[in-house]
């Protein structure tokens, strides 16, 4: 019986065993190998000496790490929710048979194909007070025109937020125009027949349905804020001080400057508790889903 | 108000704000074309908006210069890894979807959630089994990293593709007595062509663009582009050359730019595929 099966199966076995390989060793192994060495005092190199939770403490004791934390929400929010708004109008806009439709989609998406590095570099320079809007506008006689955000510690994060829905709307853009297009003409005509204003259609009637693409792209945006690091890289530095440090960067940082594996471990293992509480359900919800219709 | 004239007042406000969307989205390219072209002297005296008065191709060419060694590191990390992802993903993507295999779900699930999951998890382990099998810092080792990123995306994208294909299609062929891999390249992957498409598109953007896992995996000899272009601009020290710099910056985003402007709507479908489901 298992000789049969085995027979049956064993090119499929051999075609996957690249992607298992890469899932034990890697998705699995590695994770669980990160989360193991959070438990040690390991410093400049790995140690088999358990110490329980003495890095987390230390983790939470270190002030770098709680204003990464903060930035990271702080900057989430904004950027998700002027992405979202940005990139829904985009889209709503498109929606009226406009002329040229596929010119604008080409400027809106264009960002999109860019790299943080690159986009952080633009805005960067753009944003800097001394050669950049501050200097145009002084120039043009307004001499006590300020725009240094990206210079202060209490405004930094907007330009980096600038920068990334910037970027980021197209995304939106795309996906909820999808959505629209989805949407049956019967609503439209109901609506109108009962004389309900087309902006009020879209918020009250249109936008409630499309709850699973808003869902889908907000997980896509949470995607781009957990990963966050090339843009600050190029854009700010971590800087002023350490007003737009994150965490993905506190956990390169004391990797392979600080050389504190035990701490940058205890880091990116709290980055995985928290990517698995927000996004595991509605990937498993999904997953669910899937299992289920193929069952069918 | 007539109606007429309502109508035509809406027209206008939505082209106006299309049109001023549009330029907000379009400023910051116009803003590094001609920063690229202007003379230092110029960027130091006029402001940030206007037309160079006397074009220069010269920070080009030193740019150019500059980052021809991560050009081509790009290009030689790019091309081994987006074939290689992609089979991998296709071919797990198509056992997975049409051979029953044990435990095969709970691998799609671990996919799922390992798509999701920061890098920053993984580095040091991976750095230390890369480095034991001596491919840390090789271009081996960073084309080994880039498929086992990129194969969550891959394979969930291809058995996405492939639960929409008839599985009439593929009973028949079994029946016929066609074997698992007869099966895939006779009649699968001859149906792949869209979804190859699009995951050459995300796999090209999704590569070139990346920075931190070449900068931690790549090392000296194989830096792309994007982490030589940051080293040049972020880490000189003394006067910057903004000119050099722009000009530096267009180049590195050249490669991905193209592919968007050639692919178009398949660029579209490539990052809302997998995206909007059901």
Redesign the interface.
Known sequence: MMKIWLRR?F???M??S???L??L???????I??VR?SLTDSHIL?SDHYVGLHNYVRLLNTDRWNTSVGNLVFFGFMFIIASLV?GT??AI??D?R?KGE?L????????????????G???E??LQPT???Q??MR??GFAHFHFDWINHSSTVLYTVALAAV?QGS??VM??ML??LRGVDDEIWKAARIEGISPVRTYISIVLPMLG??IA??T??LA?TV??L??LI??MT?GGPGDSSEV??KF??DY??DHQD?GL??A???L??GF??VF??PW??W??R???RG?GR | MSRARKHLAARVA??T??IA??L??????Y??VI?SLKHMSE??S????ALPHIPTIAPWLVSAHKLSAGFLNSVKILIPSVIISIA??A??G???QF?R?PGA?L????????A???????????V??LAFFGLFGTLTGIVIVH??FG??VM?ILFKNFY?SLPVELFKAARVDGA???RI?ASIVFPMSTPIVIVAVILQV?GI?????LGL?FAGRDNMPM?VE??NI??TTTGTRF?NQ??AA?IL??AV??L???VS?RW??RG??AG????
């Open positions: 199966n090119s499929a076995l075609a996957l690249p992607a298992l890469i899932v060793v890697v998705y699995v192994g590695c994770t190998w990160s060495i790995p940005t109008l985009m806009l498109m009226q406009i596929a604008f989609r080409t400027i809106y998406l264009y960002p999109l194909a860019m790299s943080f590095i690159v986009t570099l633009i805005w320079w753009i050669l950049g809007i200097k145009m120039n043009f910037w197209g995304l795309a996906i999808a959505g699973g693409a889908t792209v997980v896509l995607l957990v990963r690091f090339d890289i190029a530095g965490p993905a956990i390169y990797l392979f594996i940058a471990t880091a990116s293992t980055m995985l990517v698995l996004i595991g990937q498993i999904q997953w889903r899937d299992v193929a | 939505i082209y704000c299309l969307m549009a907000f989205v379009l400023g910051p390219l803003v590094m920063t960027i130091s006029g402001n940030i908006l991998v993903g071919i797990a198509y056992a997975l051979w295999l779900s691998l799609v699930l671990i996919l799922l959630i390992g999701f999951i920061p890098y920053a998890v993984f580095i040091y382990p991976l230390r089994i498929t086992t194969l969550p394979t639960s074997g698992f891999w895939f953007t070139w663009n990346d920075f931190l931690v994007t272009l940051n601009v972020t903004y710099d722009m910056t590195t985003a991905p730019l592919v968007y402007l178009g660029f579209v990052i809302t995206a909007v489901k059901g």
